[in-house]
């Protein structure tokens, strides 16, 4: 526990607990406009520092600690966003978002926000999933960060315009051009409680090397891509067509023999493992439309799979 000889660095603030409880959402902020969970503790790391470097008397000025928090993590993220874009063009291959396993208490949404209009805010288990993070890299970061912020966590424009740097009218513009980006992705709708089966199915199919199944669970334009990171061996394009991906998925496995593919749940939703030796080399998630899967994503870079092999 502190002490009263620890006041001058701030670590005795009263307000300390209700500072830490503001972690996971930050964390789960940061994630959704980076999508890299190494980069978004980074962006709280250095949120948290900033805080850590002001006087108590600084600390006494901030009326909503917690409002405040959000504003430097999402200006630190904005920037972050900025350079991490350059990073990936210079990516080997093609770069998706890191995946999560099943542990994600920490995506709460504001408690005490201004109210959202709901078509105007999606849930925050659509705003985790694969799909909708992949979409995200399409926005501009100005539109990413506006979005994330009055769509997801209900934040009003008027404090969104303190991270961005622009207006409140400006910001709901950002959010609404996201918006329409959003909608313009999503396909017709294939309910929840199918996907677990599809997944299932679509397991069941690749193990048993069938073909002909595996063409009938995927849409005939199905698009499968991988992400290697030039650290291990990926397709450099994304495969497209349900029949060429079902034939590439039955040549990978009849050449590795060894590999188990597992059930789990990938950014809250159903997806695969696969492993050999029990070591997890890929992770797999799925999109889903008319009853088919027309996505997977297939994360191999090792970097990306650090949560998956040290759980």
């Known amino acids: 526990m502190s002490t009263r000889s620890e006041s001058h660095d701030g670590r005795d603030d009263p307000r300390l607990s209700a500072i830490m409880g503001e972690r996971r959402r ?6 959704r406009i980076l999508g890299s969970m190494a980069d978004a503790e ?3 790391q250095e949120t948290y520092a900033r805080w850590y470097a002001m006087s ?4 006494d000025a901030i009326e909503v600690p917690g409002a405040w928090l959000t504003t430097v993590a999402g200006r630190i993220a904005l920037d972050v966003l900025g350079s991490a874009r350059v990073r990936r063009e210079r990516y080997v291959g093609e770069w998706i978002p ?5 542990r994600t208490e920490w995506v709460d949404g504001r408690t005490g926000a201004t109210a959202v209009d709901p078509a105007d805010r999606v849930t925050l288990d659509e705003s985790l999933n694969l799909a909708f993070l992949v979409v995200l890299e399409s926005m ?3 539109e990413r960060v506006a979005f994330i912020l009055h769509d997801v966590f209900r934040y ?3 404090e969104i315009a303190e991270v961005v740097g622009r207006t409140p009218a400006a910001c709901r513009q950002l959010a609404s051009s996201a918006r329409r980006r959003i909608d313009i992705s999503r396909a017709p709708a294939t309910p929840p409680s199918r996907w677990s089966d599809l997944v299932r199915d679509f397991k069941t199919a690749w193990e048993a090397h069938d073909i ?3 063409v009938g669970i995927l849409d005939p334009d199905a698009t499968a891509t991988a992400d290697g990171g030039g650290l291990v061996t990926a397709e450099p394009r994304p495969i497209e067509g349900g029949e060429q991906i079902a034939r590439r998925l039955v040549d990978l496995t ?5 590999l188990t593919i597992l059930e789990s749940t990938v950014n809250g939703q159903p997806g695969l493992v696969l492993q050999q030796g029990g070591v997890t080399g890929t992770v797999m998630a799925f999109d889903f439309a008319a009853d088919r899967i027309t996505r997977i994503w297939a994360i191999r870079n090792p970097e990306k799979l650090r949560s998956w092999t040290t759980r």
């Open 56 to 59: 108590p008397q600084q600390h």
């Open 42 to 44: 980074d962006v709280v």
């Open 212 to 214: 002909a199944a595996l």
């Open 156 to 158: 009003s424009f008027t």
């Open 254 to 258: 009849r050449s590795a023999p060894d």
């Open 140 to 142: 501009t970061p100005a």
């Open 98 to 102: 890191e995946p999560l396993p099943d």
């Open 26 to 31: 930050l964390i789960g902020l940061a994630y």
